[in-house]
């Protein structure tokens, strides 16, 4: 599925445009929410999963991931292709369409893609099981946040040693989700309930990514490979609360006349793939340079 890289310079500075402190300007609207709404953006496969942070209603997480590719355009220095996800947070209106939102704060978290599958499936509350160790798991959800003046701590170095790679803080403040102007109802191909608003959340490039353009050895481990998300959220219900839910979600639900994915997951050594999972890199730094200067 090939784009523009007039596109993918958009998606590339979308993590940076995200609204961080009250949006009330439609203009600081997430790039990728814009491209959604005039039905220009589209997944290759998705998963969404929900929790329930509070009562009543649960929010529900998307996962998508797009590759691109068009025969003789470069994506960046000496890359013919590009495995994009981009993730989504969708709120309930009572929430979203109220004062609360006011209120509502999110700070996001993100690992590398992890060769490994769930023991408990999907089931809330344990995605992790069989992705990352119970100690992984203890270290993530002891990170708190959004501090008192908005802020995303930064993880600490405790954590780098029990879950033996590195978790990524995606935003120094926190998401504030007030205008819904910057949200949509909808994801192509995606079946969300009715009743909700859907935030854009965290937009990443993933490499090494596939060469040439007719190798799908990447595309097929990108989009089996579960990724945790760890997400710190504040809100009002009666009086102002905190929760943490972490997520490993794997982009796995094909979007009609996309390509089958190919070999054995978790693959072998002798497969040819960096097993060790995606080198995550926050697109609006890297992505951005490369494809001014391609």
Known sequence: MGFSKSLLLAVAASTYFTQTTLARDDDDCSAVIKEIQERKFFFNSTKTTDFTPSPGLPWVFTLGLSDWREEGAKWGPDTDTVQHIESFLSIPNAIAKSSRANETRVCVYMMEGQNATANDGDESGHSC?????????????????????????????????????????????????????????????????????????????????????????????????????????????????????????????LAKDSREPEGDFPPSAAAGLDIKGAAVLAVGVWSVMALLFA
């Open 129 to 253: 099981n069989g992705v990352l160790s119970d100690e992984c798991q203890k270290a993530l959800r002891s990170i708190k946040g959004p501090t008192d003046d908005g802020r995303c701590p930064d993880p600490p170095d405790s954590i780098r040693n029990a879950c033996n790679q590195y978790v990524q803080p995606y935003l120094l403040k926190a998401q504030i989700y007030n205008n819904t102007n910057c949200s949509t109802p909808t994801l192509p191909g995606i079946g969300l309930p009715g009743g909700y608003r859907t935030f854009s959340l965290v937009g990443n490039s993933l490499f090494p990514a596939d060469s040439p353009t007719d190798s799908y050895k990447q595309y097929s481990l990108r989009m089996r490979q579960p990724i945790p998300f760890l997400l710190n959220m504040e809100f009002y219900n009666e009086t102002l609360r905190t929760a943490t839910e972490l997520l490993c979600v794997a982009p796995s639900e």
